[in-house]
């Protein structure tokens, strides 16, 4: 097999302001919106707030195994690079197919929840009935906003990642002033006594079980920081800068998400919080004393929609097309477009199986979330496991970022990610359900498929090559 592509055709195109609102946009997207809710009442509402920095720190501290790694092997493809030279040619594919599964159920999670916001704009749109899943009406029109939108975000990428990275910007910019007027207007007239109950003492398993059933969340919800390894070829920084833009991003979510869940719980009750179906635009309404106040969280809403959609994309494709690149995947899936220079084939198939999400309907998107979850958390296991690895083989290795107690972070690392992915094994009061075990089971499948095909096409002597090269230059 000959390469048909080479990474150093992808250009150095994004700034530092890029390459952060890339990461914070992926990581906020849709989730704090629709699920913040869901979290208080699970956890109550210091419960969720602890959940949430409970995750952030064992995300934190995967994030500086990442930093290091990054800086020191900016290639494209992430997981892929560090797994490959610490743990060897299967575990690499292990680990970068499985966080690849998180992307797409992202982007997936995305084209569902772009047309459950607009029916809070425009109440009643969704018509004809076509099919019901979990007990859910799936409506024609609805279908229709998720694959439009679907195709639309296919387009943005497939043109380069100029146009996506300034659409991310701008549209993350929008996040943070709609969320800043949120956060201060619950601070000066929020209620202390709406947080009641602060732990949910009721939830199955106790108070504990309650924040695992929101901790199960925090890997679907803080991915995103890995989308800037996916994307090194294309960043315009000092190495070193890498690192330390991708840890601003993590402790950037880390707060997000814990001063969005104390606004929410100080601006509504427990009575409000069951009652409603969008905690934060509702509670942005109580902030503002008018119903326009929903109307903007709505609109934040679908630009976090917009910037997870467009990170992923982003992190998704180039993971598959590194795979691609060296003969883990068929080589159609590496191919470049002349002139945008985006890995095309590779966006097209992460387009192809999103748009499918519409047609199961809003049940799709937990199922999503906590199939997607569990291969994140495999993901940064294996990165987390590579890091150590190379500390040890590998110590004269030049590390322009380097996490200071790398043994205890590392070790921590690997503790915490096994934890997390515990959280989704049968006995867990947030094990997988046999649906979300399915879909994780048949992407899986699907990839060692088209691995072993790629392998005995191409053998294995053809990766090292490709991948002593990519270290190497």
Known sequence: MQSTTKPRELVRVLARTDVLALAFGAMIGWGWIVLTGGAILDAGSLGAIIAFIIGGIAVLLVGLTYAELAAAMPKV?????????AL????????????????????????????????????????GHLWTVAGWDVKASWVAVGVIGSLIMMAINYVGITT??????????????VGVLFITGA????????????????????????????????????????VIPQAAEEIDLPFRDIGK?????????????????????????????????????????????SVWGSKLMVLAGIAGII??????????????????????????????????????????????????APFMGRPAMVWLVDAGGLGIVIAYLFVALSFMVLRKREPGMDRPFRVSNGRVVGALAVLLSLG????????????????????FGGWMIL??????FALNRYGRAFSDRVMQDVYHR
């Open 164 to 177: 996506a990275a300034l659409i991310q910007k701008l549209v993350t910019g929008l996040i943070l002033v």
């Open 307 to 356: 910037t997870s959609w467009n990170a992923f994309y982003i992190g998704g494709s180039r993971a598959i097309y590194a795979l691609a690149h060296s003969g883990m995947l068929p080589a159609f899936l590496g191919k470049l477009h002349p002139k945008y220079k985006t890995p095309t084939n590779a966006i097209i198939m992460i387009g192809l199986l999103s748009t499918i």
């Open 77 to 85: 493809g992430g997981e892929h690079v560090y797994s490959y030279r």
């Open 245 to 289: 833009v991708l840890i601003a991003s993590v402790l950037m979510a880390v707060a997000w998400y814990a001063l969005i869940v104390l606004g929410t719980s100080l601006m509504l009750d427990q009575p409000a919080l069951e009652g409603s179906s969008l905690s934060v635009p509702d509670a942005m309404v109580a902030v503002m004393g």
């Open 420 to 439: 997390m992915a515990c959280l989704y094994l049968p006995g867990s009061p947030s094990a997988l359900t046999g649906i979300e075990w399915g879909v």
């Open 187 to 226: 601070l000066f007239t929020g209620e202390a006594a709406n947080m009641t109950p602060l732990f949910n003492h009721e939830s199955s398993g106790g108070f504990a079980g309650g924040i695992m059933a929101v901790l199960v969340m925090a890997p679907f919800l803080f991915v995103g920081f890995d």
């Open 88 to 127: 060897g040619h299967f575990a690499s594919f292990v680990c970068t197919w499985s966080i690849v599964l998180g992307y797409v159920s992202v982007v997936s999670f995305e084209a569902v929840a772009l047309p459950t916001v607009v029916e809070q704009l425009v109440p009643g749109y969704d018509v």
């Open 447 to 452: 990839g060692l498929a088209m691995y072993f």
